[in-house]
């Protein structure tokens, strides 16, 4: 008998309104179970059915198989290429080399890209390896994997949801659901049914499979296991999301298809050339060609790519960017939007007190996350909480009452507990509180847990003088229905309902929670605490403005992104008023215009992409948002950069050009589904990650810009030789040991050049232009005829002088490798002059590369086995005199060209 998929089992049982719309009791009944749960038999049977409650691993790619997928690559073709030519020119040290470089380059990438594999491993371990549920009406623990639809399943503060439940008991349940959903808080839950039509985000009777247990007790019954859940729906997105490809690697694809056709058909033509205009013999025209072909072939040119790239991942590094794709490093050279999570990327994900209200005045808290370290203001002035009475019942009230407490450990502040009430206890030590002090001075006698029916919490202290106080905490709504009274400078006063709705207001508007605090003196044999105690006649102390704010450090890269012309665009579940009051703090170019997850779900892909650039905020997003929004930016061909950190941002991580987690408190889902992991979970890491791309992107450009012209003048050296009837001045094995040398010493050094000045001042390079532009085009050509020219015209002026065969192709070898001297130089800058100080003698390593190759030309020339290996020379004094003069042409030329083409632009 065939057994059906998770997903159809629970489709076949869908009722005909969500489960989260329905009463509970109708859920049971639909699920066939009951309070007391399902028999061990049934239970038997429906995992039979079902299938176990885990998500099944995807289909992946051998070892053998991703290693082999590494040479993939028409840059990797020329080098294979160039290294079978080598080899069957008997040289099989150089092809050992070559080799040995694509060999390297594919280790790198099949382990960097290997780590990927493991992003649905990271969210199939998110699922609870332990469940406590009733089986035959009996409370037993048994494996996660073994839970069905119809199971009961009871959740206890720390536990982790191990299946999607409708909760059908609560008492105090708070759940964690950021993982999920991107919200903050934990949420309330209860039993009540919900709107069909109700958000993710907003389902309280409702509990997820991976979120995790805050406070409070509760039961419910399983709905959806395995895939069926919404983190198997996750997966099952993560799974079919493809991965883009790189702008560079588009491009040198491109790129490597043309010079590939362009040395093949260069090569044929020559040789049908001196066949048959000139009369050379087919095995010399072969050997000619096979020279032209060496000499076209950037043999260096993948390898300088790689190490450029590597340099710059070692580079981010040293600036908590830890890259795990390699081609990702330049990719962020071009990023036109960042779409930022919120919560624990741009902000903190803690929570701090922001404002309180107390008397007639409101106060403003800096500061940020549990740290004790901020001071209260009062209109701009630090104010001293130890002198005002109100602020100091205020900040002791709000932490004693509290269960939470905070922790210092490793140069951080954390909470144990809630994050509301660990912020208020962050308030009392800015006020000068010892809190633990405190606590032992004020003994708690009894308490009423906060619970979402009542949304209050309530505590009952006595000091060591034996002073009675109940301190009630929670929903402003709420707590002012209790209170008859407010507590002021001269003394308690009737309570004021208008001011403080109005407070209310105000502090709801810039986005902050609002919690309120009342007092009540009761009597000192009060030994219990009943709800009848605080149902009326309480003084209010005040109000608490709580909010998730912004890294101070997030402001500042926001503004820096957009100063380089990249949109900052901000994606959470969270509510759309909050969203909107963080933008304006972070300076988002459109703070005020915000599309919600339900007017996404009403638009066309097409009216989405016509819509997303008038927007910036987006809030109460779930999964398929996200991966929509960064769908219908790349669409309008933009470049992506995604960041987040929970498990609901790993599909929008994955299909975004650059996806971004975070390092410290990023899910293992998010890490492994993206291509850069920040280390200090800074927001402002992305913008030293881009300055850095754009710094690779313009090394791997003069890195080609100097290595294409010797190729160039290489392969024009020998058409020139052919057409003009002459001998070749430089050998194929000669052409090969130019283009290793200059490429892997001069060209690598390259990849070393520091950030230019105005790089995070430009507007981001559009993603399909050519990374061998009109200008690259003219400059090799320049160059190249440069090469010609000096080479060239030095070679026949030795033999003219009669000068052996051998004397002057050392001689031409010589003029190539010095001219590459004098030009690397220029190529330190693509259009601004070297003709300084700093041009010519900033880059120390440049300075000590140049010198290796003169010291390795030297030994080419002069050393007995080098003469032997190269059909090399020695050279005499005046010899060096003519090729130094001749090649230092081609830096007076550049610089002029340079000149020239600034003067013409302004």
């Known amino acids: 008998m065939k057994i059906p998929s998770p997903r159809s089992t629970i489709e076949e049982m869908t009722m005909p309104s969500p489960w989260h719309a329905a009463h509970h009791d109708l859920v049971l009944q639909r699920l066939g179970t009951k309070l007391h749960g399902l028999s061990a038999s049934e239970a038997e049977l429906r995992l039979a059915r079902h299938g176990p409650n885990a998500l099944p691993p995807p289909r992946v790619r051998s070892p053998f198989l991703r290693f082999l997928s590494q040479f993939h690559n028409v840059l990797i073709y020329v080098l294979i290429a160039a290294g079978a030519v080598t080899a069957g020119l008997g040289h099989l040290t150089d092809s050992a080399v070559i080799f040995g470089v694509v060999l390297i380059n594919a280790a790198i990438g099949f382990v960097q890209e290997g780590k990927a594999e493991s992003a649905l491993d990271s969210i199939r371990r998110m699922l609870s390896p332990q469940a406590l549920t009733l089986r035959d009406s009996r409370r037993i623990p048994i494996d996660a994997r073994d839970l069905v639809p119809g199971d009961i399943v009871f959740l206890t503060s720390g536990d982790k949801v191990p299946a999607d439940l409708r909760l059908v008991q609560t008492k105090g349940l708070r759940l964690q659901e950021a993982v999920l959903t991107g919200e903050s808080l934990p949420v309330d839950k209860g039993t009540a049914p919900v709107a069909a039509e109700t958000p993710l985000a907003e389902r309280s009777c409702m509990a997820y499979a991976g979120t995790l247990v805050g406070a409070g007790v509760g039961a419910g019954v399983v709905v959806a296991t395995a895939t069926a859940t919404e983190i198997g729906r996750i997966s099952i997105m993560l799974n079919r999301v493809e991965p883009l490809t790189t702008p560079l690697l588009r491009q040198m694809t491109v790129f490597g298809r043309w010079l590939t056709a362009a040395i093949l058909a260069l090569a044929a033509g020559t040789f049908a050339f001196g066949i048959a205009l000139r009369g050379y013999a087919a095995d010399e025209m072969f050997l000619a060609a096979v020279g032209l072909a060496v000499a076209a072939i950037p043999e260096g040119l993948p390898a300088v790519m790689t190490i450029t790239l590597a340099v710059g991942v070692e580079r981010m590094a040293r600036r908590n960017a830890i890259i795990r794709r390699l081609p990702a490093v330049e990719t962020l050279g071009a990023v036109s939007i960042i779409c930022s999570d919120k919560t624990g990327t741009l902000t903190r994900n803690e929570m701090a007190v922001m404002s309180v209200a107390a008397g007639p005045s409101v106060f403003e808290v800096t500061g940020s996350g549990y740290s004790p370290e901020g001071e209260i203001r009062l209109a701009g002035s630090a104010v001293n909480a130890g002198r005002d009475p109100?602020?100091?019942?205020?900040?002791?009230?709000?932490?004693?009452?509290?269960?939470?407490?905070?922790?210092?450990?490793?140069?951080?502040?954390?909470?144990?507990?809630?994050?509301?009430?660990?912020?208020?206890?962050?308030?009392?030590?800015?006020?000068?509180?010892?809190?633990?002090?405190?606590?032992?001075?004020?003994?708690?006698?009894?308490?009423?847990?906060?619970?979402?029916?009542?949304?209050?919490?309530?505590?009952?202290?006595?000091?060591?003088?034996?002073?009675?106080?109940?301190?009630?905490?929670?929903?402003?709504?709420?707590?002012?229905?209790?209170?008859?009274?407010?507590?002021?400078?001269?003394?308690?006063?009737?309570?004021?309902?208008?001011?403080?709705?109005?407070?209310?207001?105000?502090?709801?508007?810039?986005?902050?929670?609002?919690?309120?605090?009342?007092?009540?003196?009761?009597?000192?044999?009060?030994?219990?605490?009943?709800?009848?105690?605080?149902?009326?006649?309480?003084?209010?102390?005040?109000?608490?403005?709580?909010?998730?704010?912004?890294?101070?450090?997030?402001?500042?890269?926001?503004a820096r992104c957009q100063s380089a012309g990249i949109r900052v665009k901000m994606i959470t579940g969270d509510h759309a008023g909050t969203a909107a009051a963080i933008a304006r703090e972070l300076g988002l170019a459109l703070p005020d215009a915000v599309l919600t997850g339900p007017q996404i779900d009403a638009m066309s892909d097409i009216d989405l992409r016509a819509r997303v650039f008038d927007v910036d905020v987006f809030a109460r997003a779930n999964p398929e948002h996200k991966l929509r929004l960064v769908q219908a930016l790349q669409a309008s061909g933009l470049i992506v950069a995604m960041t987040g950190d929970g498990v609901n941002d790993a599909p929008a991580l994955k299909r975004a050009n650059v996806g971004v987690a975070m390092g410290l408190k990023g899910t293992e889902a998010a890490k492994e589904a993206a291509e850069m992991v920040l280390a200090d979970d800074n927001f402002a890491s992305i913008a030293h990650a881009v300055e850095e791309g754009r710094t690779v992107y313009d090394n791997l450009k003069k890195a080609i810009a100097f290595i294409l012209p010797t190729s160039g003048g290489e392969a024009l050296i020998i058409v020139a030789a052919i057409l003009f009837g002459q001998v070749l001045p430089v050998t194929p094995v000669q052409i090969l040991w130019i283009n290793m040398i200059t490429a892997v010493t001069l060209g690598l050094v390259l990849s070393l050049e520091p950030a230019e000045d105005d790089v995070m001042r430009r507007p981001p390079r559009v993603a399909a232009e050519p990374i061998l532009s009109h200008f690259l085009i003219w400059r090799v050509a320049f160059v190249s005829a440069i090469l010609l020219a000096g080479t060239f015209g030095l070679f026949l002026w030795e033999r003219s002088q009669g000068a052996e065969v051998a004397t002057a192709r050392t001689v031409a070898v010589n003029t190539l490798v010095m001219f590459e001297v004098f030009y690397v130089v220029n190529t330190r800058y693509l259009r601004a002059s070297t003709f300084t100080w700093h041009g010519i003698f900033g880059n120390p390593q440049l300075l000590m590369a140049i010198g290796l190759v003169i010291a390795l030309q030297i030994v080419f020339t002069y050393a007995g086995f080098m003469q032997v290996l190269f059909d090399t020379r020695p050279l005499p004094a005046e010899a060096w005199v003519r090729l130094v003069v001749v090649a230092s042409s081609v830096y007076l030329l550049v610089e002029l060209e340079k000149w020239i083409t600034r003067r013409s632009a302004r």
């Open 390 to 558: 109100l602020l100091r019942a205020l900040a002791r009230g709000g932490f004693l009452c509290g269960d939470a407490s905070l922790r210092h450990a490793g140069g951080e502040w954390t909470t144990d507990g809630d994050p509301m009430e660990g912020a208020l206890i962050a308030f009392a030590r800015k006020a000068g509180f010892d809190p633990d002090a405190e606590g032992a001075a004020w003994h708690r006698i009894d308490v009423i847990p906060f619970e979402a029916e009542h949304r209050f919490m309530a505590t009952l202290h006595r000091d060591i003088e034996g002073t009675m106080l109940i301190h009630v905490k929670g929903a402003p709504e709420r707590v002012l229905e209790m209170c008859d009274r407010q507590c002021t400078e001269t003394g308690d006063a009737p309570l004021n309902h208008a001011y403080w709705h109005e407070q209310i207001t105000n502090i709801t508007r810039r986005g902050q929670r609002v919690l309120a605090l009342a007092v009540l003196a009761t009597r000192p044999d009060h030994t219990e605490l009943q709800f009848a105690d605080v149902a009326s006649g309480l003084t209010l102390l005040g109000l608490f403005g709580l909010a998730d704010p912004p890294r101070e450090e997030s402001i500042e890269a926001v």
